[in-house]
Structure formats: structure tokens, C-alpha cells
């Protein structure tokens, strides 16, 4: 999800393989051959980059959904091969899909289509890693997903606390059950990426320490009651 979500993917792709180049029911042999084959790519100077999913066919041949970016300069659009006499299906066309010639005649067919929603086009191709492709899909000690190196994964921002009237008083963003925003004191101590200031701004103005401690006492109370403590 991290990867799906955290980067900028151009194109929703799928590969197959052709039964007259690879055994179209041994991935691994196929996988390899695929990814060094992009790592050649890439010595070429094609910035390939990528998050892949294998999936079975009905008949347990293999083929892979995912996400790639930075191969615009080798599609060639269904729409165009088509004109130049390749067969191609009119959902493709239709669709404006895009193909990768040199992956066509490497393994077989391939399709792209640019990413227009990557939230759910990210939910498409994750809905794949079940557990019941874990257990019945792949060998033992096989990846579930493949993904280049270097891509962005989430960091935290900020850190969340339960409730203060002192930093409440800085947030921006006022919802049905929350208020959020980036908090700064007015010091200018930036409160968010971490608590490390908290020795120098107090977490609550002086009138609410008795209140706190009050209300800390009580929920302590309540955690130390037995079920006998309640009333049938």
C-alpha cells in the first residue's frame, strides 16, 4: 500500500506470457528473466520504475498486474499498431491503451493505460495480495509483490495527542469529531514532529493541571473496579 500510494505511477499495466517463449506456468523463471530484462532497460537509459503483482489465470498460468512510470518514450498506442496492420482487440483502442513493443516480442502481450485515479487504480491491483493467494499462488519463500528499488515510502508527519486546550488553540481544521492542523506555540517551537520541546512549552495552562489530575484519578478509579463493584 505504502508503495502503491506514495509514489507517482503514470501507467496501470498488465503482462502475460506467451506459451511459444516461457512456460507460461513457471513464474520464477519468468520473473527473473522479466526483471533483469528491465534492468537492461534501464542501462539503456529508460527510467523504468515499478510495483508488480502476479496473479493466476483460471488454467494457473501466470500473469502480473501493477504500476510503472518512466516508459512513455517506448509505448506505441494500440490505436496507431493497429493502422500499421497489427490485430489488435477494440476494447484496447477504444480504451486508449498503449502497448510496449519490446516487451511483446520478448514475452507477449502487455497493455498500459495511464493512471486517472491512483487511489482506486491502487486498490485494484492490491486487492490481489490475499491470503489465499499467499497460501495457494505461490512457493514458499516467493515475494508476493516485486517493486524497484529507491521508491517512496510513508514517513511520519506529525504526532497525535488525546487533548489540550493550550494546542487545540492552534489547529486550523475543526471536523464532526476531530480537530487537526501542524501546531506551533507561540514561541515558535514546532510541535509537529515530535514531543521533544515538551521539557520547555507546558502541555496545559496552569488551570487545567488540577482538573487533569483530577480527571486521570478518576479514570484510574474506574480501571481498579471489579465486576462485583457494578450493580446487576
Known amino acids: 500500500m505504502e508503495y502503491a500510494l506514495c509514489n507517482h505511477w503514470e501507467y496501470f499495466c498488465t503482462f502475460t506470457i506467451s506459451a ?8 520464477e523463471t519468468w520473473r527473473d528473466s522479466f526483471l533483469q530484462w528491465i534492468r537492461d532497460q534501464r542501462k539503456k537509459g529508460v527510467p523504468v ?21 518512466g516508459v512513455s518514450s517506448e509505448l506505441v498506442s494500440f490505436r496507431s499498431e493497429r ?24 514475452f507477449g ?6 493512471v486517472r485515479d491512483p487511489v482506486a487504480s491502487a486498490f485494484y491491483v492490491l486487492k490481489y ?7 495457494s499462488s505461490l512457493g514458499v519463500g516467493l515475494h508476493l509483490y516485486y517493486v524497484s528499488r ?19 488553540s492552534f489547529l486550523e481544521n475543526d471536523y464532526q469529531f476531530c480537530r487537526t492542523g501542524m501546531t506551533k506555540t507561540k514561541d515558535s517551537l514546532d ?39 457494578f450493580p446487576v
Open 20 to 27: 511459444e517463449k516461457y512456460n507460461r506456468h513457471d513464474l
Open 150 to 168: 529507491g521508491l517512496n515510502r510513508s514517513v511520519v508527519q506529525t504526532d497525535v495527542y488525546g487533548w489540550s486546550n493550550y494546542l487545540d
Open 129 to 135: 495480495l490475499t491470503k489465499d493467494m499467499a497460501v
Open 49 to 69: 520504475v515499478y510495483l508488480l503483482v502476479p496473479e493466476r489465470h483460471k488454467d494457473g498460468s501466470w500473469h502480473m498486474h501493477g504500476f510503472f512510470s
Open 83 to 106: 493502422k500499421q496492420g497489427l490485430k489488435v482487440p477494440d476494447k484496447l483502442v477504444k480504451g486508449d491503451f498503449y502497448d510496449w513493443p519490446a516487451y511483446r516480442h520478448k
Open 191 to 229: 510541535w509537529s514532529f515530535g514531543l521533544e520541546y515538551a521539557e520547555f512549552v507546558p502541555l496545559f495552562e496552569s488551570d487545567q493541571t488540577e482538573e487533569l489530575e483530577s480527571e486521570c484519578d478518576r479514570v484510574y478509579e474506574i480501571t481498579q473496579l471489579s465486576i462485583d463493584d
Open 109 to 114: 502481450f502487455c497493455s498500459f493505460a495511464l
